[in-house]
């Protein structure tokens, strides 16, 4: 795309010195100290080294090819190894997280392995990108975390997943095309403003029409709104991304051989996979306006192939919908 920019790895290194200070001093603030905390830090810190660094000009993907899928395996062991330290450094160690941080790093691994040379949409990578985030929706790694509280808690849940999905399929299956990168730009821009400016058009009079929504700014917190805006991206909309459009989407698109195909059915995938939220089951208009959003979510990671702007217009929808909307 003209008028196109990547994060650099020098860039990518400030954010994550940024992060990491503002971290350190959110946890002091609220009370974390000593030598639980520090080691705490540390590895979440690592996990977040990883996956910016890998977002900066598609180095994971430029980095998984140098590496090879043998050497891959070992690479695809570290996520593991790190809670390891996370438990021993807090004295949270006992035998049941081990053997359920191993189920949940490996499991991926080894599915993705026994589909040997076969091209990316086999089924065993459907099954491994299951045992990744199926999980995570049902909030079962959690309890992983005990460290904390609930607020680390869910960012350590969501970098963990995040690496092994990275470690699984960039590495181990040697994806390409997945689109983790952070691109910024002309292009970037518009095409951002313009997804999301034809999905309100849709999705508002729609979730109006079918008394899921109100108009209902009265209700904002408006001081808390750039917060949560970070927090959505960081917590739902990037991981969703990357895996119903960089991995999900990709895959069947190979699996359909035809890009309009898996674009479709991952839209479709991604709406029934809201059709539990808001404690309601089925919830039909739940995932009838999710699945439209995955349709424009899909073609802003089309247009500009990076996960990175489908996952801004995700958090803009989401943050947008708390903001000025009341769910009914």
């Known amino acids: 795309m003209s008028g196109e920019r990547q994060l650099s790895v020098w860039t990518a290194l400030a954010l994550w010195a940024a992060a990491v200070a503002g971290s350190a001093m959110y946890g002091a603030w609220h009370g974390f100290s000593g030598r639980a905390y520090a080691i705490a830090l540390c590895v979440l810190a690592f996990f977040l080294a ?3 660094s890998f977002a900066a000009g598609n ?3 430029r980095f998984a090819r140098r590496t090879g899928s043998h050497r891959g395996v070992l690479i695809a062991i570290v996520p593991f190894l790190a809670y390891l330290i996370y438990l021993a450094g807090t004295n949270s160690f006992t035998w049941w997280r081990a053997a359920f941080a191993a189920d949940y790093t490996l499991t991926p691994v080894l599915l993705t392995i026994s589909a040997g040379t076969a091209k990316p949409g086999a089924w065993q990578d459907y099954l491994a990108m299951l045992a990744i985030f199926l999980p995570l929706k049902m909030r079962l790694i959690n309890v992983l975390w005990p460290y904390g509280g609930p607020t680390i808690g869910s960012v350590a849940t969501m970098l963990l997943a ?3 999905a990275l470690a699984t399929f960039l590495f181990v299956r040697q994806f390409d095309g997945v689109g983790y990168n952070i691109v910024w730009g002309r292009d970037a821009v518009f095409a951002v403003l313009f997804h999301l400016g034809l999905l309100a058009i849709i999705v508002i009079p729609l979730g109006m029409a079918l008394h899921f929504i109100r108009f209902d700014p009265s209700q904002a917190h408006w001081k808390s709104v750039p917060a949560d805006a970070i927090s959505i991206f960081l917590l739902t909309a990037w991981p969703e991304e990357l895996l119903f459009r960089g991995l999900l989407q990709n895959s069947l698109s ?4 035809s890009e309009t195909g898996g674009w479709i059915a991952a839209s479709v995938i991604f709406g029934l996979a809201h059709i539990t939220n808001n404690g309601v089951f089925p919830n039909w208009r739940y995932a009838i306006l999710a699945a439209i959003a995955g349709i424009f ?7 500009t192939n990076s996960i990175f702007t489908s996952a801004i217009v995700h958090a803009l929808v989401d943050t947008i919908w708390h903001v000025a909307f009341r769910t009914l």
């Open 59 to 61: 180095l994971g993907e």
């Open 254 to 257: 190979r699996t359909f051989s």
């Open 162 to 164: 995040i690496s092994v």
């Open 297 to 303: 979510y899909g073609r802003t990671w089309r247009k």
């Open 50 to 52: 990883i996956q910016l």
